[in-house]
T-cell receptor, first 111, second 114 residues
Framework: RKEVEQDPGPFNVPEGATVAFNCTYS??????FFWYRQDCRKEPKLLMS???SGNEDGRFTAQLNRASQYISLLIRDSKLSDSATYLC????????????FGKGTKLSVKP | DAGVIQSPRHEVTEMGQEVTLRCKPI?????LFWYRQTMMRGLELLIY????????DSGMPEDRFSAKMPNASFSTLKIQPSEPRDSAVYFC????????????FGPGTRLTVL
């Protein structure tokens, strides 16, 4: 089983739609979870951290389910500018700073 | 504040040549990471340093790859000799501060080996 697995997509959605991505991870000892965003031919950038209680940042909501070892990202009211690849990220067991990146889910928002 | 700085941004070289990629982490960060990204394999960790000391180099593909961090503000990744299969985008990232794993990436070096 891969350490971090994501559906590669692409997810093609119209503007204004709500879209959700899921990600599963294999290491039950992971403590840190993130979503990064990567635009075409650019570097990955932190979108948001994911907390056990779930967290929201504007149109973006992240959830963590430790029992099932999955992380989700919900984007409401999609904008054209949300088109990007979204990377699910978890830390390696007991290893500060050492993160494992999923291959990403590609989102394309159409007018 | 300056982010992670990488140079060069693009490198085109011929097979067999030596390639050196450079990185300046964010000031005050004590972790530095080198990644390689390809369409097929995604983002792969090559090596990372903590306080200038290599901690895990298990991701370095083979002896042709080497990395150094002579001081807290500079690191290099060297490929010698380069091969066409080394063509990829190489990212440097840094992180630091108690209780945070967040990594900040540089703009990357796009390497093409002909």
């Amino acid at each position: 089983r891969k350490e971090v697995e994501q559906d590669p997509g692409p997810f093609n959605v119209p503007e204004g739609a709500t879209v959700a991505f899921n990600c599963t991870y294999s290491n039950s000892a992971s403590q840190s979870f993130f979503w990064y965003r990567q635009d075409c031919r650019k570097e990955p950038k932190l979108l948001m951290s994911v907390y056990s209680s779930g967290n929201e940042d504007g149109r973006f909501t992240a959830q963590l389910n430790r029992a099932s070892q999955y992380i989700s990202l919900l984007i409401r009211d999609s904008k054209l500018s949300d088109s990007a690849t979204y990377l699910c990220v978890v830390n390696r067991r007991g290893s500060q700073g050492n993160l494992i990146f999923g291959k990403g889910t590609k989102l394309s928002v159409k007018p | 504040d300056a982010g992670v700085i990488q140079s060069p941004r693009h490198e085109v070289t011929e097979m067999g040549q030596e390639v050196t990629l450079r990185c300046k982490p964010i000031s005050g960060h004590d972790y530095l990471f080198w990644y390689r990204q390809t369409m097929m394999r995604g983002l792969e960790l090559l090596i990372y340093f903590n306080n200038n000391v290599p901690i895990d180099d298990s991701g370095m593909p083979e002896d042709r790859f080497s990395a150094k961090m002579p001081n807290a503000s500079f690191s290099t990744l060297k490929i010698q000799p380069s091969e066409p299969r080394d063509s990829a985008v190489y990212f440097c990232a840094s992180s630091g501060g108690i209780g945070t794993d967040t990594q900040y990436f540089g703009p990357g070096t796009r390497l093409t080996v002909l």
